[in-house]
């Protein structure tokens, strides 16, 4: 039985999110072009269509970024070079820095998602923002960091926060689009049946407590009120669709049948 509604469409499509003008993407000095890749693929997942690539160690354009990108070929063929974070920066008003640690300088420090609302008000105001992400195996040096305006860390196991370069795309990706998207944190896939209005689902107690009725279920007329009360309570916790409702009565209706056909024959 289903236990929610059908999912709602989100707030906001991919389409509206790319016109905000979203974060450019800005991965300095990628060494593998299937991560770059994998990074692209990370990004159009979220809405994010700008990347910008700085020094990538094996060239570009990348056969091995297209084929790992999983169709994000879009991100890919508008991917602009530089030769320096500087460069790739100098029409940005907000740059933030991902890093798993602090390196000796005072940053302030906000996690994805205090980050991705922050990234929205900016947006919002009209300015340019960048998110920087170093190479796979050292991130940012320093002197990259130092360009930047905010650091962004993501909280981990300490023991153990390790994250591949696409990995922490998505993680910051992600919470950009969630803050737009405000998608429903549950929902249940209903399929093409609606859920069930109230009037159907009294029917189904009036049908259901009738035949118990018929059948002496409540053999303590004393205590009826409040088993009346708990099958109601479990069959709203059901969240029954229409289709189930119908299904609901058939299998009462077939119980029924069945008992009376057997009794006949007795």
């Known amino acids: 039985m289903s236990s ?4 709602p469409e989100l707030a906001k499509s991919q389409a509206a999110l790319n016109a905000q003008g979203g974060p450019v993407v800005i991965l300095v000095e990628p060494q593998m072009g299937e991560n770059i890749g994998a990074c692209a693929r990370a990004m159009l997942n979220c809405g994010l269509t700008e990347l910008r690539l700085v020094n990538p160690r094996d060239g570009w354009p990348n056969e091995k970024a297209v084929s790992a990108s999983a169709g994000a070929t879009e991100v890919l063929d508008r991917a602009q070079v530089f030769t320096g974070t ?17 390196r000796d300088m ?14 929205h008000a900016h947006v919002a105001a009209g300015r340019r923002v960048g998110i920087l992400f170093g190479p796979e195996r050292t991130g940012l040096v320093n002197d990259d960091i130092v360009l930047s305006d905010t650091m962004i860390s993501v909280p981990l196991n300490p023991g153990f926060s390790s994250l591949n370069l696409a990995q922490a795309v998505l993680l910051v990706a992600y919470e950009w689009w ?10 249940t896939h209903t399929g093409q049946s609606p ?20 059948t002496g279920f409540y053999t303590h007329p004393d205590k009826k009120p409040s088993m009346v009360r708990n099958v109601r309570n479990t069959l ?27 009794a006949r024959t007795e």
Do not use: C, S
Not at 4 to 7: D, K, Q, S, V
Not at 87 to 99: C, F, G, M, P, S
Not at 106 to 119: F, G, H, Q, S, Y
């Open 178 to 187: 969630m803050e737009a998207a405000q998608a429903e944190e549950f929902y």
């Open 86 to 102: 500087r460069e790739a920066i100098a029409d940005l008003h907000k740059v933030y820095a991902t890093a798993a640690r602090v």
């Open 195 to 214: 859920p069930a209005t109230k009037e159907e689902l009294h029917n189904l107690f009036d049908h259901l407590e009738g035949e118990l009725d018929q």
């Open 106 to 119: 005072v940053k302030d420090i906000v996690t994805p998602r205090r980050a991705a609302r922050d990234l």
């Open 236 to 262: 709203q916790r059901a969240h029954m669709t229409e289709q189930e409702v119908r299904t609901f009565h058939g299998i009462i209706a077939a119980l029924v049948g069945r008992k009376k056909q057997r």
């Open 4 to 7: 929610g509604t059908n999912r």
